[in-house]
């Protein structure tokens, strides 16, 4: 059976409970996009899609005869009940998913069916009239009828089929329904989504999936109520106490999502923060950190690294020296070679890395054996481990030569730079060895592109 929306473009957009960059990125600027008044893209999407709906939704309720006439109070208690559920949006996964299933699919058996999408857009327009209150700019409506196109595919399908009672032997027509729907929102939002938030249509897609799942697992809920509704629609009153606790935890779920986005800001300022105190620490350290972090992201995008494992090696980038704070400072800026007793010191600098960003703990501690592996070579021969190959985790190997190629670059106490040419000999030179050899072609692509 079809179900309710589950769409992208309401006034909060969707958001991760899993701190993946790539889609916080987009969510960042969808909400940053929906804060504000609609204008340019936004608003003139917004009315071409709220005005084809409004044609589209008026053609049906006058094309669509139909033989069923609900009592005005009937009519009335969908309607609210259809916005006291528009007020659940649940944030699952990627996706938004608003439970009203619950009433959509009795809707489409109590009302006329060509008034059906009309009647959504009514009710989502009065669940919007708090937001209205709380300041919601008016152009904000454009939204409603935009978010009520989902209701079309499944009214063409059901039409198509005749005005049947709601029984299970149309199951088949109940499904290809559901498939209209989701077909109706995706067409809809995915393209919206594109011109507006220049979301990609993947990324429309995992953000509707999730809703979608949810919407299958409600229809039938909404289809029972709908079989003893069509002749007792009093029995719509039995949804609402379900709908009164999805509201609730729907708010509560919102909160820990808002939280969980902040604690990510939060890791990446406490990354620069940590940062800043070892360049404070040690000049040289602090900018060799912030060179490799840049020779760092244009590898692992050459290397087509996810946004997860980008995001840790932009940090473990950042704080692969972190070790060294623990580490004397007449060691540390010693103008000659250090001697065994002093190597052995300085390699504990990754082992007191690891150790600090597992006390930060949180998505910092989880860099930490990352921190560790930094100077672990690929022959087996690095430190402080001993590790090898494809064993040294993919976002160390990166730092690994990306740090060897700005230390060899960068003017030292004890010698000059050297040129960037040169230096890229030194790795090719100790590929196989020290250096992972996809890894210094990566950066050899990026320093010949002139990063």
């Known amino acids: 059976m079809a179900t309710a929306a589950s769409s992208v473009a309401t006034e909060r957009a969707p958001a991760a409970t899993t701190l ?4 916080d990125r987009h ?67 990627t996706g938004l998913s608003l439970p009203t299933a619950l009433v959509f699919v009795p809707m489409l058996f109590l009302l006329p069916l060509g008034y059906v999408p009309l009647a959504i857009c009514a009710g989502l327009l009065v669940g919007a009239t708090d937001l209205l209150r709380r300041g919601l700019p008016l152009e904000k409506v454009l939204l409603v ?81 709908a ?45 620069l923060l940590l940062g800043d105190v070892v360049e404070a620490d040690d000049a040289y350290t602090g900018s060799h950190s912030r060179d490799v972090v840049t020779l760092v992201l244009e590898v692992s995008d050459r290397l087509q690294l996810n946004a997860r494992d980008r995001r840790d090696a932009e940090f473990a980038a950042l704080l692969h020296d972190i070790g060294k704070i623990r580490v004397p400072a007449e060691i540390i800026n010693k103008p000659g070679k250090l001697d065994d007793h002093e190597w052995a010191v300085m390699r504990q600098h990754t082992i007191e890395g690891e150790r600090l960003l597992s006390q930060v703990g949180g998505l910092l501690g989880n860099i930490g054996h990352i921190v560790r ?12 481990d001993g590790t090898a190959g494809d ?13 060897a190629f700005s230390a060899m670059t960068t003017d030292r106490a004890y010698r000059k730079a050297r040129s960037a040419q040169e230096a890229l000999t030194e790795l090719r030179r100790c590929t196989g060895t020290d250096f992972d050899p996809a890894v210094v072609e990566a950066l050899a692509e990026a320093v010949a592109a002139g990063i």
Do not use: K, M
């Not at 993946?20 to 889609?23: A, C, E, K, M, R």
């Not at 600027?29 to 504000?36: H, P, Y």
């Not at 936004?42 to 094309?63: D, E, I, K, N, P």
């Not at 009164?244 to 300022?269: K, M, N, P, T, W």
């Open 145 to 225: 009828p935009l978010n009520s196109w989902y209701s079309i595919g499944p009214v063409i399908v059901l039409a198509a089929a005749g005005e049947a009672r709601p029984g299970l032997e149309h199951w088949p027509v109940y499904i290809a329904a559901l498939g209209a729907q989701f077909a109706a929102d995706y067409f809809i939002q995915a393209p919206y989504q594109r011109f507006v938030n220049d979301v990609p249509f993947s990324l429309a897609a995992r953000f509707l999936s999730s809703a979608f799942v949810v919407d299958v697992a409600l229809a039938p809920i909404g289809l029972l109520v």
């Open 373 to 384: 592996s930094c100077h672990e070579d690929w022959d087996g021969t690095g430190y402080p």
């Open 227 to 271: 079989f003893v509704a069509v002749d007792h629609p009093v029995a719509l009153t039995f949804v609402l106490p379900l709908i009164g606790l999805l509201v609730i935890f729907a708010r509560e779920r919102q909160v820990r999502i808002d939280h969980a986005l902040e604690l990510s800001h939060a890791y990446r300022g406490t990354a």
């Open 27 to 93: 969510i960042g600027a969808v909400r940053e996009s929906e804060a504000e008044r609609p204008s340019g893209r936004s608003l003139y999407a917004g009315l071409f899609f709220a005005s084809a709906f409004l044609a589209t939704a008026s053609a049906l309720a006058f094309l669509l005869s139909s033989s069923r006439s609900p009592g005005l109070v009937t009519v009335v208690a969908l309607i609210l009940a259809y916005a006291a559920a528009s007020h659940a949006r649940f944030e699952v996964g």
């Open 20 to 23: 993946d960059p790539d889609v």
């Open 391 to 403: 064993d040294i985790p993919l976002v160390a190997r990166i730092v690994r030569v990306c740090d």
